[in-house]
């Protein structure tokens, strides 16, 4: 038996199907794009292409992320909190922090020795710090979102960029190209600026993180850069990043359903 | 257009409650609808207020009178709210500020606020209140009065405000021309115990597992109850209630499958139409069964020393004093209601709303609740995100829940 979990962000559509053994059999991201119906499908198809299984085949799926309610075939929405946790708790079993940063949301979940939510904190009515807000910043700098990974490398780090704002880092950005500062330090402190922001999403489930397993998910946590500026603002940790960070919420929806259809039959 | 407003609302909600089809919350409804047609008619005399102010008092002195809040809270409900406050930043105002007084600023300068008598401002809850009913006072070129509530319920405390509260009698009596009948005076206060009296059973009852009431029913009841203190309006308000509350209590048994997770809400509502308390209801099985200030902080008024009764309650209210007094308020009433979680909005520019959140929060965890802050402006409607408050409210729900 098969179940498929399926993530529809602001950026991209993600799914990963698992076996009755909770292996992960494939997985499959695409662009979500206007019309995120046409993503649900074209994911969906991805993941069963590559493993040659029949749609009819999969007992449940589970949806997640801000167009949860899009999937026709569900039997069930659960929120991405809950499935990003349910996902790294599968991949990261110490992780005790969870930092998600996607498209226009970030996140930091607090888990329990049993991987359960304890408390969780958003960023609100801003995407600053957030993937929309890299690409406005890869675009101001005129270079692929890929490449700005390992871009900061070599930086010595006096550069400060607006936390607050995508609309005034991007200015702040343009300015600095004008002035002539080299790339490299832009991008440090574009990502110190996601860390800082970052950071204080983490104190405000845990005002001293100190000693405890941190890992990341979501597309941003593709970003080499980024995740080496969370893990010095958290104070030199070592943050852990699955394979697939950007599938994390598709898997913990497939263990979900999973769950749930085994609950069913019980 | 505000009277057309409310004399609609009052012969609807009359109708329906003569056709069999009342509640509770259609009483207080209609009662409301009857508040904003005197405000409105012309014929009488009308005081903007602030919130702490003692309207058994006014209404002994036959003055209507009205917190600036309840204004805002009213146009945002009929969903004509963001033109109002928009005006405001025409005058100055951040448009990071409260909207609950941005709405009645815009509505004061775009001549919807009827022209008060006179201004009675209270320096609690909120500075940002007072500061509005001072901007209405030199809009109006009408007098004002501010009672400076004190902190704390100390003997010398509550003697200065019961002073203040006595020259405030004075000051009204010289603009109306009406002295205080004492015997109204008792009258009203008698009416203000009375209701005090029910509304403490209605709350007794709303405290029971699983609750008697709905998540809407009570919502904003006790700071609006405080405007029909002293009146025939408050006691049946409270009446009405305490009767269906005791009718379902016998009629439901005890059955907590019926109620899986119960909630506290921080500070007030969201006041535009919105499916939070659907959502929390339908989806979830979650029930909002108390809010902050649904409480009586104050004691019965002495008709021997009415000034000081009054003056006690002013200073009782929770959001009056230190932050600390709130919190100990709240999880009082955590434990008392026996939650299993507490949403705050966060009311988006007040300072009652966001200074203390993170102290709030805490306080909770230290009884062992779990906090949703929410970030919403409750009155601009324009501000508000309906999938990233579904998101936060469902995921604290799975969180609640995972936790039970």
């Given at each position: ?19 009755h ?9 695409v662009p979500t794009?206007a ?16 493993t ?11 949806s ?23 996902g ?11 930092i ?8 930091a979940?607090?888990?329990?020795a049993?991987?359960k939510?304890?408390?969780?904190a ?10 929309r ?11 692929d ?5 390992n871009?900061?490398l ?28 080299p ?6 402190g ?11 999403l ?23 850069g ?11 940790v070592a943050v ?13 929806a ?10 069913f039959?019980? | ?5 409310f ?21 207080y ?7 904003g047609?005197?405000?409105y008619s ?10 702490a102010a ?9 003055v209507?009178?009205?917190f ?15 033109d ?13 500020s409260?909207?609950y007084h941005?709405a009645?600023?815009?509505a004061?300068?775009?001549g ?11 320096t ?7 500061a509005v009913?001072?901007h ?30 006595r020259?405030?009698t ?11 009948d ?13 209701t005090?009296?029910?509304?403490t059973q ?6 029971q597992?699983?609750?008697?009431i709905?998540s ?6 006790g700071?609006?109850?405080a ?7 408050g ?22 499958a ?22 929390l ?18 004691d019965p ?6 000034y ?32 299993d ?6 009311n ?7 200074g203390?959140?993170?102290?709030i ?8 609740i779990?906090?949703?802050?929410l ?30």
């Open positions: 038996m098969f179940y498929l979990g399926i993530d529809i962000g602001s950026l991209s559509c993600d799914a990963v199907l698992i076996d053994e909770e292996a992960i059999l494939a997985t499959a991201v794009g019309r995120n119906l046409e993503a649900i499908a074209r994911v969906t198809e991805n993941v069963l292409h590559k040659g299984i029949p749609k009819k085949d999969v007992k449940g799926i589970v997640t992320g801000y167009g949860r309610e899009r999937v026709q075939e569900r039997i069930g929405a659960v929120t991405e909190i809950t499935c990003h946790a349910r790294i708790a599968a991949l990261k079993p110490e992780a005790r922090v969870l998600d940063i996607g498209g226009q949301d970030s996140k979940i607090l888990l329990d049993e991987q939510v304890m408390d969780f958003m960023n609100d009515k801003c995407a600053a710090g957030t993937g807000f890299l690409e406005a910043m890869a675009r101001a700098l005129q270079v979102i890929d490449e700005m990974a871009l900061d070599g930086a010595q780090g006096g550069l400060t960029i607006s936390s607050m704002c995508t609309v005034f880092a991007e200015s702040e950005v343009v300015s600095l190209i004008a002035d002539g500062k790339v490299n330090e832009i991008v440090q574009l990502n110190r600026a996601i860390a800082t922001r970052t950071l204080a983490v104190k405000r489930i845990v005002a001293n993180p100190a000693g405890l397993p941190v890992a990341m998910s979501g597309g941003v946590a593709h970003n080499a980024v995740v080496r500026a969370i893990s010095a603002a958290l104070g030199g852990l990043v699955p394979p697939q960070p950007d599938t994390v919420g598709a898997l913990g497939a263990l979900i359903a999973k769950e749930k259809c085994e609950s039959r019980g | 257009m505000m009277k057309e407003y004399d609609s609302l009052e012969s609807g909600l009359q109708s329906a409650i003569a056709q069999g089809k009342g509640s509770p919350r259609k009483t409804s209609l009662e409301l609808a009857r508040l047609q005197r405000l012309g014929e009488h005399k009308v005081a903007w207020c602030g919130i003692p309207y058994d008092l006014l209404n002994a002195m036959e209507t009178s009205c600036v809040e309840f204004i805002g809270a009213m146009l945002a409900s009929t969903g004509i709210v963001g109002f406050i928009e005006a405001t930043e025409q005058i100055g105002y951040s448009s990071d409260c909207s941005r009645v600023s815009g004061a300068m775009k919807l606020m009827p022209k008060p008598e006179f201004l009675i401002g209270t609690c809850p909120c500075s940002g209140g007072l009913i001072e209405l006072a030199a809009h109006f070129e009408k007098q004002l009065f501010v009672l400076h509530i004190p902190q704390n319920e100390s003997r010398e405390e509550v003697r200065h405000l019961a002073e203040q509260m020259a405030m004075s000051f009204v009596s010289k603009i109306t021309g009406v002295p205080l004492p015997d109204k005076l008792k009258s009203a206060i008698g009416k203000t115990n009375r005090r009296e029910i509304i209605v709350y007794a009852l709303a405290r597992v699983p609750s008697p709905n809407k029913e009570l919502s904003n009841f700071i609006v109850m405007l029909f203190l002293g009146t025939d309006a006691v049946t308000i409270a009446e009405t209630y305490l009767e269906e509350l005791q009718k379902r209590t016998q009629s439901m048994g005890s059955n907590p019926k109620e899986k997770i119960r909630l506290l809400w921080v500070q007030n509502r969201i006041q535009f139409k919105n499916p939070i308390e659907n959502l209801e339908q989806e979830y099985g979650a029930k909002i069964v108390i809010d902050e200030l649904n409480d009586i902080t104050w008024i002495d008709n021997g020393d009415i000081e009764g009054l003056a006690r309650r002013s200073i009782s209210i929770p959001f009056n004093g230190s932050i600390q007094k709130r919190i100990t308020h709240l999880q009082k009433l955590a434990q008392d209601y026996r939650i979680g507490a949403i705050n909005p966060c988006w520019g007040c300072r009652q709303g966001t203390a959140r993170g102290m929060e805490e306080g909770f965890k230290a009884v062992g779990p906090v949703l802050n970030e919403v402006d409750c009155v601009d409607p324009r501000k508000f995100t309906e999938g990233q408050v579904k998101t936060r409210i469902e995921a604290f729900l799975e969180m609640v829940e995972s936790r039970k």
